[in-house]
């Protein structure tokens, strides 16, 4: 009887670490995206693309979803599937979002919109909430006189 006592708990313990095993190599981060009010006609506009992209902590990107005219408030999910790199995830990870026209990730164009999250996340982070709420070179009116109330000055940093 002893036997058969020990067996059950050998087994019940060697599922159990299997189980833990495969939930903590596992990768999915799940959340919810929105955009700050005052950039929602600029991403309701069409062929608008939305990048999230998933990065360990040197900014070295681990996981990358394309999504082609999203509509916000966004819920997301990024699985394995999505991982570019399949073992950079074990670190503490940061997520990013980039909407843009143009299609390109990473090279930051004029009117291209950005969002992150506050905190960092684990590779099986659940309700994670992000606010696009940068934008890149948006037009600064200078209207100093009527004569060059025209003129603009485009930043190339983020606000």
């Known amino acids: 009887m002893k036997k058969f006592l020990f067996a059950i708990f050998a087994a019940a313990l060697c599922a159990g670490y299997l189980y833990w095993s495969d939930w903590n190599s596992s990768f999915s981060i799940s959340g919810r995206i929105s955009v700050s009010p005052r950039l929602a006609k600029n991403a309701a506009k069409p062929n608008t693309e939305c990048f999230i992209i998933v990065k360990n902590m040197v900014d070295i990107p681990v996981a990358v979803k394309h999504v082609v005219n999203p509509e916000f408030p966004m819920e997301f999910s990024l699985k394995k599937e999505d991982l570019l790199l399949p073992n950079g995830y074990k670190d503490e990870l940061k997520l990013e979002v980039q909407v843009n026209n143009h299609g390109q990730l990473g090279a930051l164009q ?24 940068k934008m890149i070179g948006v037009p600064v009116l200078t209207a100093s006189t009527y004569s060059d109330k025209f003129k603009y000055i485009f930043k190339q940093t983020a606000r």
Do not use: E, K
Request: overall charge neutral; cysteine-free.
């Open 110 to 133: 004029p009117g291209d919109m950005l969002g992150r999250s506050s905190a960092q996340l684990t590779h099986h982070a659940r309700g994670v909430q992000v606010t696009v709420d």
